[in-house]
C-alpha cells in the first residue's frame, strides 16, 4: 500500500472518529438536557441555589467550556450581580461580590436589551472596552458567550460560558444547546423569585395575624403587667410610711425594698415576653422543650382566661422530647388554638373549660391539643377551617388557623381540628421530635 493511502485512511479513520465522538456527546448532552429539565422542575424552592450550581457543574464537565456563571439582575446602578458559578479546576474563580457594570456597562447594556454577546478572544471586542479586557486579562476567559436570561419577555439576569485555552470559535450547535440551558436557569429563578415573594407574604400575614392577637390580649397583658406594679407600689408605700413615721425599722425597709425589686424585675420579663411575641423578625431555630413553651405562655394564659372567667389547665408530659424550631412562631401557634378555644364558649355556658395538653404519643412526635367545651366545629366551615378569611367570627379576620397551618408545615408538622363527641371541639398539631442519641 502506498504512503499515500494510508495517510488518507488514516485521515479518514480519524474524520470518523472526531465525527463519532461528536455524535456521543450530542447524544449524552441532550439526555443531559432532560435529566436537569425534569430535576429543576422538581427541586423545592428553597434548594433552587443549589441545584443551579450542581448543574452547572454537569454542563460544563459535559462540554469542551471551563466556567459558566449565572448573574442575577441587581439594580440599574449595579447592573447584575455573579451569585452561581462553577469552574474547573485549575480555573480562576470570580471575585466576590462582583457586579456586571463595573466589569463592563456595555456588555450589561448589551444583556438588558436581550442580545447575546460572543467572542473568540478578547482582541474581537470593540477597541473601547479597556476595562472589560483588564478583567479578563485577570480572571479570563480568553473566549465567552453571554446568554440573556429572560422570563415573560423580561430579561432577569445573564448566562456566561468561558473558555480559557486560546481562541476558540463557538459553533452553531453548541450555542443552540447552550440557549436551552439558559431557559431551564431562567424557568429556575422565575420559581425561585415566586418562592421568596411568597415567603415574604406569608412571613407579613404572621405578622399581621401576631398583631391582630395582640389586641385580643391587650387586657390580659394589662392585667398580668398589673399584679407585679401594684405590689411595687404598696411596698413603695410602706417604705414611704416607714421614712416619715417616728420609728423606723432598717430591715423591713430593705425587705420592702427587696420586693420592690423583685416585682420590677417580674414586671420587666412580662414586657420582654410580650415584646419577643410580637417582634416582626424571625427568631432562629433552635432546639425547643413544648413543656417550657407552655410555662412561658401561662401567665397571659391564665390572665386572659380568668377575664373570660374560664378554667384553664395545661398539662405536659415528663421528659417530652425536644423539637426544633422558631420559638416565637410556636408560641403563636399555642395562642392562636387557645385563643380560639376561649371565643368558642358561648358567655352563657355553664362549662367553661379549657384543656391544653401535650404528649409524645408516637415515637417521633410530639403533639400539643386544644380542647374545649364551646359550640364545636359548624358544619358550614368544617372542611374549609384552614383556608383564608374562613371564620364564624363577627370581627374575626379569618387568619389565625391558615397562619397556624402554615408555620407548622414549615416545621415539619400538622395540624388538625375535629368536633368532641360530647362538647366542643379538639385542635391538635404535632410535631417531628428531635432523636436521643
Not at 174 to 202: C, E, H, N
Not at 324 to 345: E, H, K, P, W
Amino acid at each position: 500500500m502506498l504512503k499515500g493511502e494510508t495517510l488518507d485512511r488514516q485521515r479518514r479513520g480519524k474524520a470518523r472518529s472526531s465525527k463519532a465522538r461528536r455524535a456521543h456527546q450530542s447524544e449524552r448532552f441532550e439526555t443531559l438536557l432532560d435529566e436537569m429539565s425534569g430535576a429543576m422542575s422538581r427541586v423545592p424552592g428553597h434548594e433552587i441555589d443549589g441545584a443551579i450550581e450542581r448543574w452547572l457543574r454537569e454542563i460544563v464537565l459535559a462540554l469542551e467550556i471551563d466556567r459558566s456563571t449565572v448573574w442575577e439582575k441587581a439594580s440599574a446602578e449595579l447592573g447584575f450581580a455573579a451569585t452561581h458559578w462553577w469552574a474547573r479546576p485549575g480555573i480562576p474563580k470570580l471575585p466576590r461580590k462582583m457586579v456586571s457594570m463595573r466589569i463592563s456597562p456595555w456588555l450589561t447594556a448589551e444583556a438588558l436589551a436581550g442580545r447575546p454577546v460572543m467572542y473568540s478572544s478578547p482582541a474581537d471586542l470593540p477597541t473601547q472596552e479597556r476595562s472589560l479586557k483588564r478583567f479578563l486579562a485577570a480572571h479570563g476567559p480568553e473566549a465567552q458567550l453571554m446568554l440573556p436570561l429572560e422570563i415573560g419577555g423580561a430579561v432577569v439576569g445573564g448566562l456566561t460560558f468561558g473558555k480559557f485555552r486560546g481562541r476558540w470559535n463557538w459553533p452553531p450547535a453548541l450555542v443552540r444547546r447552550l440557549r436551552v440551558v439558559a431557559q431551564i436557569i431562567a424557568g429556575a429563578l422565575d420559581r425561585k423569585r415566586t418562592f421568596i415573594q411568597g415567603r415574604k407574604l406569608r412571613e407579613e400575614v404572621t405578622v399581621a395575624a401576631r398583631r391582630a392577637m395582640m389586641g385580643q390580649l391587650a387586657a390580659s397583658i394589662a392585667h398580668e403587667l398589673n399584679q407585679p406594679l401594684s405590689a411595687v407600689l404598696s411596698n413603695v408605700n410602706a417604705v414611704r410610711r416607714m421614712i416619715s413615721g417616728a420609728s423606723f425599722d432598717r430591715k423591713e425597709a430593705v425587705a420592702a425594698l427587696s420586693d420592690v425589686a423583685e416585682d420590677t424585675k417580674r414586671a420587666a420579663d412580662i414586657i420582654r415576653r410580650v415584646r419577643a411575641l410580637f417582634q416582626d423578625n424571625l427568631s432562629p431555630n433552635g432546639n425547643l422543650e413544648i413543656g417550657a413553651l407552655l410555662s412561658e405562655l401561662e401567665g397571659l394564659l391564665r390572665s386572659e382566661a380568668m377575664l373570660r372567667r374560664v378554667s384553664l389547665r395545661i398539662e405536659a408530659a415528663p421528659c417530652l422530647p425536644s423539637v426544633t424550631g422558631d420559638r416565637v412562631q410556636l408560641q403563636q401557634c399555642v395562642l392562636n388554638l387557645v385563643l380560639n378555644a376561649f371565643d368558642s364558649i358561648p358567655p352563657d355556658s355553664t362549662r367553661r373549660e379549657v384543656l391544653i395538653r401535650a404528649v409524645q404519643e408516637e415515637s417521633e412526635w410530639v403533639t400539643v391539643a386544644v380542647r374545649d367545651t364551646g359550640r364545636g366545629i359548624d358544619d358550614s366551615v368544617a372542611g374549609r377551617l384552614f383556608e383564608p378569611f374562613v371564620t364564624t367570627k363577627a370581627n374575626g379576620m379569618g387568619m389565625g388557623l391558615l397562619v397556624t397551618r402554615c408555620i407548622l408545615e414549615r416545621h415539619g408538622g400538622r395540624v388538625c381540628g375535629n368536633s368532641n363527641a360530647d362538647l366542643g371541639a379538639t385542635f391538635k398539631f404535632t410535631l417531628p421530635a428531635i432523636a436521643k442519641p
